[in-house]
Structures are given as structure tokens and as C-alpha cells.
Nanobody, 124 residues
Framework: QVQLVESGGGLVQAGGSLRLSCAVS????????MGWFRQAPGKEREFVAA????????YYADSVKGRFTISRDNTKNTGYLQMNSLKPEDTAVYYC?????????????????WGQGTQVTVSS
């Protein structure tokens, strides 16, 4: 059974940075594309970023493009989301997810494996 565990969330002031990590176990990490999603209180879950299995292709929501960077280290079975220039509207629970294949990166229902989430709070 594939398991994902996020870490690195916390409270940060606007303009600050955080790096989220997603440790994957129970499967062959390099077989999976990875995505990051977030859900703010009272809002639907939304796509943030995704990366292909080899790391050669990355995808971002317009709202985070230029501020967030997704990456992965297949030797450590870990994915990352570097978040810079954080804004209060980035406040949410952030989830990492894993899927097979190289399409539909932005569709949450295409990801069979999810972490438990990590809270990111950006104060103004």
C-alpha cells in the first residue's frame, strides 16, 4: 500500500517562504507522477502543482506560477513544494498525491494516493 506523508507546514508572514515535503513509501516512487493540492476553509480543493515521474515536466496553477516550485528526489522517495512570496490567500491545508500516467495532472480524482495534509497559514 502506497503511503504519503507531508511535512513542513506552519505559520509564516506574508512574503515568507516554506518548503513542504512529501515522503512516499510502499511503492516504487519513480513510477508515480506527483501533485500538490490545497483546500482552504469553505472552499473546494484546488490544484497547485504537479511533476512527472522523472521530473522533466512540471505544471502549475496560475495563482502560484512564479512563486512555487515543485521538485522531486527519486533517490529519497520524496517530493517537494518550495513556496516563496507567500500570500494570505495561500492559507490552506496542502495535500500531496500520487498517480500513474502522464495526463490529467490537475484532476484530483485521477490520483489514487493521498497524504493526510499539512496546514499552511500565512499571516498578513
Amino acid at each position: 500500500q502506497v503511503q504519503l506523508v507531508e511535512s513542513g507546514g506552519g505559520l509564516v508572514q506574508a512574503g515568507g517562504s516554506l518548503r513542504l515535503s512529501c515522503a512516499v513509501s510502499g511503492g516504487t516512487f519513480r513510477d508515480y507522477s506527483m501533485g500538490w493540492f490545497r483546500q482552504a476553509p469553505g472552499k473546494e480543493r484546488e490544484f497547485v502543482a504537479a511533476i512527472s515521474w522523472g521530473g522533466g515536466s512540471t505544471y502549475y496553477a496560475d495563482s502560484v506560477k512564479g512563486r512555487f516550485t515543485i521538485s522531486r528526489d527519486n533517490t529519497k522517495n520524496t517530493g517537494y513544494l518550495q513556496m516563496n512570496s507567500l500570500k494570505p490567500e495561500d492559507t490552506a491545508v496542502y495535500y500531496c498525491a500520487a498517480k500513474w500516467g502522464t495526463t490529467d495532472y490537475g484532476l484530483g480524482h485521477r490520483y489514487p494516493y493521498w497524504g493526510q495534509g499539512t496546514q499552511v497559514t500565512v499571516s498578513s
